[in-house]
């Protein structure tokens, strides 16, 4: 992953208090989606069923096909598994509410790729969805646990548009609630609406010492 990326991946813990109805056109209850060919998520030919993945019932990216997700959806996908290629669209912004991203060995997780980056002004998300109850295991991996899991031989590439810092440092003191930071480095290529996250120095620091913010713009003094 470059150091420095404008690729506006935020991965996001969500609590589904309640699962979204599936919309016409989306694969039957049952086993999971699986493709059959290559081709775009948003096309029905893509799938075994001739439907586009519905919520909540999975979906298998089948060995030696490539499945470029193009869509923007918040409703949860449940448990993706990618032995293929799942590659997110550097077209359109697209947003993915899962369970959890398994990419198994000769799998290929794709967010850009080298000499074709996730442009400026095009988001590309993944949002993890943690069931109203469900616990996380941690250490080894668990069938069940909610992340993206890269097993061995699999790979995830992320490579957005290059940025001059991808973090700065603050020239003064910021307070709760301040809605203007000042820093030293020169940040006019950070795009507006960007998610900012400012974190605290002190040792120790309680969860309420950080803030998330949507970038408003940025001005010289």
Known sequence: MPERSRLALWILAIVALALPPGGGGAAAAGAPA????????SDPATWARRAVPGPSLGVRIARGTV?????????DLGPIAVAGTLAFSSRRSTRMDAAGVIVEAGGVLQMGRPGQPIPAGVTAEIRLVIAEGQTFQGGDFVAGDVGIWVMRGGQWEVNGAPLRYTWAKLARTARAG?????VAEDLSDWPAGGQLLITPTAAGPTAEAFEERALVGVRRV
């Open 34 to 41: 699986v493709s059959v060919r290559s081709g775009r998520w």
């Open 178 to 182: 301040d809605r203007t930071v000042l």
């Open 67 to 75: 499945v470029e997700y193009d869509v923007h959806s918040d409703g």
